[in-house]
Every structure is written in structure tokens, then in C-alpha cells.
């Protein structure tokens, strides 16, 4: 059988697994383009061409515009193992969009794994839905486990219309990740989290939030240092040393396996995760 049409199983996801990204890849769709959080790290950009982060994507595409690019692409590629959605945004703040993209995809690529990258603030109310549409790794991210520092990073959250700030706005968004994570484990899915490391937020809070991934039975943590973005709040936050995310890594890694090879990929990135970006990104399609 050609390469392109075979089933892919759950070990070759590049992301989750580092032997699998020696020759496998992934596809991110920027159909997200709306936020439903403000990290006080986070500028996101949709006309970039130059700068590799998340939330930089060359341009935020339609649901039938991603399977044009999807499909252009796969006809030339057959090392792509995952079609993913990372924003630019959070993929669930606007959930029709990323569903009609995610159900589309899978009917025309059944044999691809689907993954979704979310703050999971919405996420309880879509587990069920996303597993129906093929989706079988999830990542969550997560900042803190504790409210009072979760107050330092999340400026505000959005729910229903209603805006939350301080105190309040991270118990809400921790409370549905937890709720979340624990569904998802539920449905069987393979679930990791990211964490952002900011130094002098969240350090020395790495353990606890390793700890309580580890108790909702998360299968992976994924540490990324913070990459500064002038014009946010956290743009004077230094960027953490390599030596400190090694020891960080290290100090966690006997609670939950950790993700040493994560390449922090634009929202439209396409290809082997060590492929130059973003002269191959979908947007650009
Ligand atoms: Fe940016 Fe993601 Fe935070 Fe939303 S959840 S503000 S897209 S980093
Ligand atoms: Fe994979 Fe990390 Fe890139 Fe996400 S940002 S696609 S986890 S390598």
C-alpha cells in the first residue's frame, strides 16, 4: 500500500513521540483565529512570514480554504502524520469552525491521527464531539495549578459573554481544565500538557503543576520556555536558560514523562518538526 494512504497509529504523532519525528510530520490549520483568554504573554499575529512561535500564522484560513491547502499539500508529501489544530487562536473559542474543519478532514483522511491544542477553557462541553470527529491526541495548556498564580499570567477569561478577571478568571479556566483532562482520559485519548516557563511567575510552581497533571492522568508534560513578544505584559520576562529548563525538566520528569524535542512551531506550520519555517507554512499554500 502507498505510504500516503496508510493507517498512521498513535506512536508515530512527531510531538508526543521523538522517534517518530525523525520521519514523521505534522500539518497545522490556522482556522482559529479568536481567543477566549489574554495571557499576559501572548501577542498573537496573523501576517507574519518571518517569526517562528506559536500564534504566528502568515494568514487565518476558512474551513474549505484549509482542505484546499490540506489536500495541495498531501498530494506531494506522504510523511505527514498528524493534522493539527493550534490556533492561531484558542481552536475552541470559536468550536463550529474547528469542528466543520476537523470532521472534514477526517472524512477525506481517515488514516491521519487528528490533534487539537487548547487552553481548554472550552473544552468539557466538546470532548464527546471531538472524539467523534477523530480527534485522538489533545493538548492542554497549563500554566499553574494554583489560582494565585495563575492570576499573574491570565489577564482575563472569557465565558458565555462574560469576562472574568484576578482571582477568579484562573480558578474558572483550572477548574475546566481539570474537568477537561479527566474527561478526555475518560474517552481514552492521549492527552499532554504544555507549560510555559516564566521565570519568576512560575518556577518554582513547576513541580505542583507536574504533580497534579500526573493525579488527572495526563500521559505527557511538555515545559516551553517563555518566548518574550514585545507589546504584552511579560515582554521584559527573560527567556528561561537552557541549563534551567534542563533542571526543571529533570526535576519533574519522575511525576510525568517529559517532551524533550517540542520545536514551539508557528500555527501554520507544516512538515517535519525541524523543517525551516515558515518558507513550507499551510497559510502560504
Ligand atoms: Fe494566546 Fe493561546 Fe493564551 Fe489565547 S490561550 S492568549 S492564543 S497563548
Ligand atoms: Fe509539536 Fe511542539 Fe510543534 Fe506543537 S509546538 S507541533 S508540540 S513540536
Known sequence: MNKAHEKRSLDQHPCFHRSASQHWG??????????????????????????????????????????????????????????GIAGPGDPLCDSERTLETLRAVHAVYPEHLLCLSTNGLNLPGHIDELADAGVSHVTVTVNAVDPCIGQRIYASVTVDHQTYQGHEAAKILLERQEEAVIGLKKRGLTVKINTVILPGINTKHVLAIAR???????????????????????????????????????????????????????????????AVEPVGAVSAL
Open 26 to 83: 505534522r500539518i497545522h490549520l490556522p482556522v482559529a483565529p479568536n481567543c477566549n483568554i489574554q495571557c499576559n504573554f501572548c501577542n498573537r499575529r496573523y501576517d507574519c512570514v518571518n517569526e517562528s512561535r506559536p500564534g504566528v500564522t502568515s494568514r487565518v484560513l476558512t474551513p474549505p480554504q484549509a482542505l484546499t491547502a490540506l489536500s495541495r499539500y498531501l498530494e506531494w508529501r506522504s510523511d505527514i502524520a498528524v493534522i
Open 212 to 274: 497534579k497533571a500526573a493525579e488527572w492522568g495526563v500521559d505527557a508534560m511538555n515545559c516551553i520556555p517563555l518566548i518574550p513578544v514585545s507589546g504584552t505584559p511579560f515582554m521584559d520576562i527573560r527567556t528561561p536558560s537552557d541549563c534551567e529548563m534542563a533542571a526543571i525538566r529533570k526535576s519533574v520528569s519522575g511525576h510525568i514523562p517529559q517532551i524533550y524535542h517540542c520545536r514551539r512551531c508557528r500555527a501554520d506550520a507544516v512538515g517535519l518538526l525541524g
